[in-house]
């Protein structure tokens, strides 16, 4: 995960929060079937959506060397469980929901 959130010029705070994120996807059992270098892509792709953090999946996926597709599903299956996996003061800002929401 540090080396992933290093090569991705991510600050500590962000790699902490990813590693979190990832950390509780896997006891909350919500990456069941996931391999680890998946839950990391995800969580980190995941994380900078909720902080606004301008990184792609695939910028994501080139560092970590998973799909860029594979990063997107795993956070999908991530976001209805996105309140336990985030603080009510970053989930306030709503930037995940812009990615998620579904649009009448």
């Given amino acids: 995960m540090s080396r992933f959130c290093s090569n991705l010029d991510l600050d500590h705070r962000t790699q902490q929060l990813a ?9 909350l059992d919500i990456v069941t079937g996931r391999v680890p270098v998946t839950v990391a892509a995800a969580a980190i792709f995941f994380t900078c959506q909720a902080l606004a953090i301008e990184k ?3 910028d994501i996926g080139d560092v970590a060397g998973v799909a860029e597709a594979t ?8 976001y209805p ?4 996996l985030f603080s009510n003061e970053i989930l306030v800002k709503g930037h995940l929901d812009q990615y998620y929401s579904i649009r009448p």
């Avoid at 990063?71 to 991530?78: D, E, G, L, W, Y």
């Avoid at 469980?81 to 336990?84: A, L, P, Q, V």
């Fill in 71 to 78: 990063i997107k599903q795993t956070c999908k299956s991530m």
């Fill in 81 to 84: 469980s996105r309140e336990r």
């Fill in 19 to 27: 590693t979190t994120v990832a950390r509780q996807a896997v006891d």
């Fill in 56 to 58: 792609t999946a695939k």
